[in-house]
């Protein structure tokens, strides 16, 4: 297969840039490891500062990528090298997983997903809900097929007998492809510090420690439990605390630097929190409060007047006391000296971002910054390029950032790989080249 | 029309938004009721239309020939009208054969309170969209020329790098820069956050690459005096009076330091009052040696955050237009805390206060300059909004949240406001061109969250800190991301417009010019050679201002036409009837 760019990463930075690159008369090889493209976006609840619905903002980014007679979506595919030939175009071997089903026969229809005896945890909704060992990874998922998770499997045949179209094949092996592309974007995101990495806040230990984005999962309309309740008994939380910086702006866990979106995500899961559970309290405890972008202080200054509690304090330890409630040990940065216990019935920890993937364990020139994400040595004025030539990054993949800025690096990565092509393959008048 | 009527078979799919509508608005029955119609051939509820599912309804429910004309009843048409008139020329019909019906911003959210109420008002509504739809027009989009030229408008970092990344499209660029020289805010700084590079040789490398590239056309001292035409054909004159014909514009006019209000710590009646930009101008014109103030070396130096930013109604006073800079500047902490530490290795022994609401380093490698500071030595304190710190004689007073609030007199030979940025002078550009501006008075853009360099004026982009504080990263990613979208505009040989632009009846027009005055478009309405009324497409923005006057009815306005109003009306209205 050939093409002008292959953007890795399907997230919201990776579609940006793909779109914008098409809409240039560019051919787009996409490839993206889990079964729908999406990115973290389309697992959010509502995103600040706008408090728009996630899926409703992301799925026609996901529709008209999916759509786009330039883009070439792969998904549930892993890049295994990317290599530089000699006339600067790359060489990229990848692997497409197998779904265990026949992707041009499939009509989406569920029909196996309903008939599935086997129910597993469901990644999507971060380890609180369940799904079938054959099912669609999400309601809003592109493309619309269902994943058998052959480790789960009893292969007992029920799917293949219900499908319609006879399109299950427990045999399917995954397959190679070689992409060439005269350039390559990577927009590979980030991930969640694990919960467990700081032992005193009990997280993966005590279930009504969650991470923020389970808490994510909590508050979106179409999430595990459909309303907000805890994970140990089911009850509807009355008192909820966010611990910030849970894991940045801490050397000891190796993220000394500010993961530069919990102090929004969590100000707006205190509000949507506060509007479907209006009698509970919330408390933030924080370091300081970097609601830098635009619209966002008043956004917090909202959330104050709401009534949620802002405590500058640091959280020492956190312990389960009676009914799975919790005990948080208490150091106040304003107001009192003494170390305080305060109790909560569900913690959300704000855990910090790391890279999602690291380029460096291919064979290639592209290098990670002390940060562990991707070197961007252009910057300030040429924030795209890598430590190789012809390749490019953006969004999460270069350091956390909300949605709007990782907007903003895509289309500039489209600009900067645009450039590149300008120069290797010139456009002809008329559109192809 | 009638005969248009009579074959048309109208889809209704009624959207659950995944619980948005649906926990209000019974669905099932709104698409029920509308089912009943008589030209209403299919009509479906589905949990999310406008995912890949939903919208494959849709077009497997056309191409299978059941239906030739759709309305979804969803979210607002802002959202997702482009969505389904993608669906639609994917399935081979009039993609404005289309209505979007809106029942969430419109119904679900506004009617929590009363489910039956939402659904008999969803129902209306969508009611009324069906009979709007069954009087469309097959319209066409409208397609115009365009001028592969970009007028950037400011000559600052983002500017430059807007230039130079259009003009590696292949597009001619003319840049106009108000003052007289190129550069922007990027000549006042030594070095530059986080990575510390001279500021003077990032600018150096910009500045050569764009007197070296032929496609670049440079009018500096100059401004834009009068602005005329549309996307693809934008028409300016500038104070040279050089004519630009320009396809599409990029807006680079950044932002301008806020300055103390009058008499706001001291500012102006101290002078060791002084502000961050102009600490740094002072650093920059020497570069080495301890810091003096009137001649006197400095062995203390406090200061005070957010002057200018984050500022609260009632605490602070007003800026010119009445209202106070509730925003924050972001650049600001990073800013300080860069030139603290440039001052430490400057002067260790430098006593060093710094008085914040929050420290906001939240960028890459920003963190890393605080740490820096406090491993300086450079000792913080916090204050609230409410008791601010006090300039004395010669130290400052500050209540310290972070020692229980204890009042702290910390001796203070100068005192450094870390003032706010506000936008760029652009009033008289923003009325000319009629583009929209924030309460926080910086250029708006499209969508705060996916569209934040596009403007809702067709044509316009934005690049820099004209739309929000940015630093030379965020800057830098703002202009290629608009160049980005120029170059997606300009790169096709024609643009297309939505063809919701007024046309003339002409055998109805009696030549009376009484909608000449009303049309606010340069050229969009006139009287052609036979005394009737026409409309230029490309320039009618589809007001319906000369709708309104013509009493003939010879004038209407393509997809909103007064037939299809009075049909929407009339459907609402027998609702409501016993
Ligand atoms: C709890 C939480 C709440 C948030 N809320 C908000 C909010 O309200 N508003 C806001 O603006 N921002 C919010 N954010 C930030 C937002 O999630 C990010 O800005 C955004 O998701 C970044 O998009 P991205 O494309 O860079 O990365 P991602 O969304 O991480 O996408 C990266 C994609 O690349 C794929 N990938 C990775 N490696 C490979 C590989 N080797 N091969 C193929 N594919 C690969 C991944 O599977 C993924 O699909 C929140 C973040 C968190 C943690
Ligand atoms: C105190 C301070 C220190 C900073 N330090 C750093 C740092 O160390 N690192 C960093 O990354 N960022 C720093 N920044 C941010 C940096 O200054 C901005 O990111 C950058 O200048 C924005 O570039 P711009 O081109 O958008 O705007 P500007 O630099 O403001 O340039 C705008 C240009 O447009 C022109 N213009 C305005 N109106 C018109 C008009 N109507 N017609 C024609 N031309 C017009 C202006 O004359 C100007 O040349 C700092 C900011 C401040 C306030």
Known sequence: ?433 | MSGAMDEAKVGVYVCHCGGNISDVVDVKAVAAELGKHPQVAISKEFAFMCSDAGQKLVIEDIKSGKINRVVVAACSPALHELTFRKALQRADLNPYLYEHVNIREQVSWVHKGDHDAATRKATSLTRAGVEKILRQDRLESIHVGAAKRVLIVGGGPAGLKAALDSAARGLKVTLVEKSGRLGGHLHEFDTVYPGGQSASELLGKLLSAVSANPAITVVLGAEVKTWDGFVGNFKAVLSTGDAVNAGAVIMATGYRHTAPSAGEYRFGKDDRVITLPALIEQMKAAPRGPLTRGGRAVRSVAFIHCVGSRQIEGVHAPQEDGKVNDYCSRVCCTAALHTINALKERQSDLAIYDLYRDIRTYGRGHEAIYEQASKNGVLFFRFTEEAQPEIRESSVVVKDVLTWNQEVELPADLVVLVTGVKPGEVAELTAMMKLPTGSDRFLQEAHPKLRPVEVANNGFFLAGACQAPMDLVESAAAAGAAASKVAAVLSKDFITLDPYVARVDAEKCTGCEACLPECAYTGALFMNGSKKAEVNAALCKGCGACVAVCEPRALDLAGWSLDQMEAMVDAMASEVAP
């Open chain 1, 1 to 433: 297969m050939k093409a002008h760019t292959l953007v890795i990463g399907a997230g919201i930075a990776g579609l940006q840039a793909a779109l914008d690159l098409a809409e240039q008369g560019r051919q787009v090889v996409l490839v993206e490891k889990n079964p729908s493209i999406g990115g973290r976006m389309i697992s959010l609840s509502k995103v600040y500062p706008t408090l728009d619905c996630a899926s409703c903002i992301t799925t026609p980014r996901m529709a008209s990528v999916a759509h786009h007679p330039l883009i070439h979506t792969l998904t549930y595919t892993e890049v295994l090298g990317v290599a530089k030939n000699e006339d600067g175009t790359f060489r990229a071997h990848l692997r497409k997983k197998p779904r265990y089903i026949e992707e041009d026969k499939c009509i989406g229809c569920k029909r196996c997903e309903e008939v599935c005896p086997v129910y597993i945890r469901d990644d999507f909704e971060h380890q609180l809900g369940a799904k079938k060992a054959i099912s669609i990874p999400f309601t809003n998922a592109i493309p619309q097929f269902p994943v058998l998770e052959p480790q789960s499997c009893t292969w007992c045949g029920a799917c293949a007998n219900a499908c319609p179209v006879d399109c299950i094949d427990f045999t399917q092996e995954s397959r190679d492809l070689f992409v060439e592309v005269d350039a390559v974007l990577l927009a590979t995101g980030f991930q969640l510090t694990p919960i467990d990495a700081k032992a005193q806040y009990g997280g993966g230990k005590l279930r009504n420690v969650i991470s923020s984005l389970q808490g994510e999962r909590l508050l979106a309309p179409h999430g595990p439990y459909g309303r907000v309740l805890r994970p140990s008994d089911g009850k509807v939380p009355d008192s909820i605390a966010f611990v910030q910086c849970a894991g940045s702006r801490d050397a000891s866990l190796g993220v000394p630097y500010c993961s530069r979106v919990c102090c929004m995500y969590a100000i707006k899961q205190a509000m949507l929190l506060s509007g479907s559970l209006p009698t509970a309290d919330i408390t933030i405890y924080y370091m300081d409060i970097r609601a830098f972008g635009k619209g966002y202080e008043a956004f917090y200054q909202n959330a104050k007047a709401m009534g949620i509690n802002f405590v500058k304090a640091k959280v020492g330890r956190i312990r389960e006391i009676e009914d799975g409630n919790l005990a948080l040990r208490i150091e106040r940065q304003e107001g009192t000296a003494q170390p305080e216990e305060a109790q909560h019935d569900l913690v959300i920890l704000s855990l910090g971002l790391t890279p999602q993937w690291n380029p460096g364990q291919l064979a290639w020139e592209v290098k990670t910054a002390s940060d562990g994400f991707v070197a961007t040595p252009g910057a300030p004025l040429d924030p795209a390029a890598t430590t190789q030539d012809g390749v490019f990054a953006c969004g999460t993949a270069t350091g956390p950032k909300d949605i709007v800025d990782s907007i903003m690096e895509a289309g500039n990565a489209a600009t900067e790989v645009g450039k590149r092509l300008e120069i290797r393959a010139p456009m002809v008048p008329g559109g192809a080249s």
